[in-house]
């Protein structure tokens, strides 16, 4: 019997070294790209904001300790989150505007206070060894991903004060993690360990466009060759078999590639030989090009002026793995090249395979527009989101800018009956800008009214925002991106990303593609995270049955037939580690009319079907 022991990744990664060495330091996310698609199970995102309590748009002047202070007066000191350990503030956002408010913050451990700065100092890189290099100040915004680590047995406290007639917006975001966990705990000085994680980060960051990974000399590259694609057409960038993981892809296409081809050109990648592709997204919007965006580096994704893209996401395969694009237009389109980067080797148990989903919406007044909805367990990682709207009128010089007012909603375990919600402050505050980025409240250290501004974790690639109605339409246009690889979302039982819609009445064109690693968990028809005689039951009253959401249908083609049965056969046996989920589930209680095999009979029925099994793939 195979067991598969999905792991905490900070705890997993450190297994190889000794236990001296293993505490968590806090800066493991920012320093090794090798555990992005690691599990994060038993890891909890938290969001401390301003957000309005109320419901409202006055996102600002709300803390822990009091509710709503926004309509009193001066208010020192205000809590504005306790944590019980242990855990890591990953990162500490705010309007530079704001910030240069010198808002006090204080950080308290266990009562003791381990930070005693202000909002400026902080955000601006005076305080300490925290000097701004693993954070920016750019698009009205300044953020800081420097980790504060508390342990298991701390309780750690940010208090800061309310300035009446100031508006005090501010996000802390935090993971928590399980009981027990060696952490080395914020002590204002960093240790040997530290220091080297974090000027690996810094170096990541300052050498952003390269790949985070580093080079291999163990990789393999399948390279394509300048061709034509004809309308409902695909060629294969790369068709992988065995395990491995997927380091880069890359693709050129003319100069003069019009907007149309790179929509119409779609990036398709499957994993062991499932029928539905973990990613399948228009060119343009998976790279975040064309359409009057700037080029740009970031981490993970880039654009170059001359239609060249790249994708530094790890990309883990067990059985297999294949890269095509897809022509989805009405005409041929020509690429120059291609580039695929792959590693051959073991895959950990606890790896998650990269998805994406892009979405689109015409002119629409819902409420709010979701960028995401999944279900099972990974860890969201980002997005990249482009709105616009047009031709809202004269009536206010609000109406155009007010596409920036919705907040970012995520619900964790969005199919749970605990979900758990994460509260923004508006759109821009999302992608770490500030003020519109800086398109009102113009902040004289930085660019005003900027058209755009990159960062390896977040940016702007396109924005028209009206400045003041002037008598015309106040239309309105923003493209962004935000990379949560310092600061995930776990999630065990699905994940629901939303961007509020403010001023609906006047609708608005959305349009994103969400980021995010999610667990394969093949043969698991109950979802209980282990493959078992009541999966097999499953399977056996679902063996012929034709549909979409068959539970026993593994590899997702619609029909649940000796295909599946071979995954469950290849996976019988597999759980979970139930000591970072909780005690192990229940034993269900299996429908009347199934019958549970013997062990022996379920070995039998495999080396019986064997032979069919494999008649039939290689038909």
């Excluded at 290099?133 to 940010?158: F, N, R, W």
């Excluded at 919007?285 to 060249?308: C, I, K, T, W």
């Excluded at 792959?342 to 892009?358: F, I, P, R, W």
Aim: glycine fraction near 10%; charge should be negative; charged fraction near 20%.
């Amino acid at each position: 019997m195979r067991r598969c022991c999905f792991i905490v990744a900070w705890i997993g990664v450190m297994s190889v070294v000794s236990a001296a060495d293993a505490d968590i330091n806090g800066y493991e996310l920012l320093s090794d790209w090798n555990l992005l698609p690691q599990a994060r199970l038993g890891v909890q995102a938290g969001l401390a904001s301003s957000y309005d309590r109320n419901g409202g748009n006055y996102d600002y002047n709300h803390y822990e300790s009091t509710g709503s202070v926004r309509q009193t007066a001066d208010v020192d000191p205000v809590t504005v989150v306790t944590l019980d350990g242990p855990g890591v503030i990953t990162r500490f956002w705010m309007p530079h505007r704001a910030a240069d408010l010198e808002f006090k913050v204080k950080v308290l451990l266990d009562d003791v206070v381990v930070i005693d700065s202000t909002s400026r100092e902080l955000l601006g890189g005076g305080y300490g060894y925290i000097d701004g290099a693993l954070g920016s100040t750019m698009l009205g915004g300044q953020v800081s991903y420097e980790p504060i680590v508390y342990s298991d047995s701390q309780t750690l406290k940010i208090v800061s004060e309310n300035k009446f007639d100031e508006r005090h917006y501010y996000q802390w975001n935090y993971l928590k993690l399980p009981a027990g966990s060696t952490v080395t705990p914020y002590s204002g000085t960093l240790t040997p360990q530290q220091t080297t994680a974090r000027n690996s980060a810094i170096s990541m960051t300052a050498n952003v466009g390269s790949n985070p990974a580093g080079t291999s000399a163990t990789s393999n590259t399948i390279s394509t060759a300048s061709q034509s694609i004809g309308a409902g057409q695909a060629i294969a960038l790369g068709d992988i078999s065995g395990s491995g993981q997927i380091r880069a892809i890359n693709l050129k296409l003319a100069d003069t590639a019009s907007d149309g081809q790179m929509d119409g050109l779609r990036l398709r990648v499957r994993y062991d030989g499932l029928s539905r592709a973990g990613v399948d997204v228009p060119v343009s919007h998976f790279f975040g090009a064309g359409h009057g965006r700037v080029a740009y580096q970031s981490m993970p994704l880039g654009a170059s002026d001359s239609n060249e893209f790249y994708s530094y996401w790890p990309m883990p395969f067990r059985r297999g793995v294949s890269v095509e694009l897809y022509n989805d237009s009405g005409d041929a389109i020509s690429i120059d090249s291609a580039a695929v980067e792959y590693e051959s080797g073991s895959v950990a148990d606890d790896a998650c395979y990269l998805h994406a989903e892009y979405n689109s919406v015409a002119t629409t007044t819902d409420p709010s527009y979701q960028l995401l909805r999944t279900a099972g367990r990974g860890h969201y990682v980002g997005n990249l989101l482009w709105l616009d709207r047009q031709n809202v009128g004269s009536g206010s010089r609000f109406a155009g800018r007010s596409i920036l007012e919705g907040d970012d909603i995520i619900t964790v375990n969005v199919n749970s009956a605990s979900p758990v919600v994460l509260p923004g402050t508006g759109l821009e505050d999302a992608y770490n800008g500030g003020y519109y980025y800086n398109h009102v409240g113009v902040h004289p250290d930085e660019e005003a009214y900027p058209y755009s501004g990159v960062a390896p974790y977040h940016g702007l690639l396109r924005a028209n925002i009206p400045l003041k109605d002037n008598g015309g339409s106040a239309y309105a246009h923003t493209d962004q991106y935000r990379w949560l690889i310092p600061d995930p979302v776990p999630f065990t039982d699905g994940i629901k990303v939303d961007i509020e819609q403010y001023a609906s009445s006047y609708g608005a064109s959305f349009g994103s593609v969400a980021f995010y690693y999610l667990l394969p968990f093949f043969g698991d028809a109950n979802d209980d995270m282990r493959v078992d005689l009541y999966d097999f039951a499953i399977l056996r009253g679902d063996f012929g049955e034709i549909g979409q959401g068959l539970a026993a249908d593994f590899d997702e083609d619609g029909d649940v037939d000796l295909d599946d049965y071979e995954i469950l056969v290849s996976t019988f046996g597999m759980i979970s580690s139930p000591g970072l989920l909780g005690a192990a589930p229940d034993a269900e209680v299996l429908p009347a009319n199934l019958t549970i095999p013997e062990p022996v009979s379920l070995m039998l029925f495999a080396v019986v079907a064997w032979p069919v099994v494999r008649r039939r793939r290689s038909a």
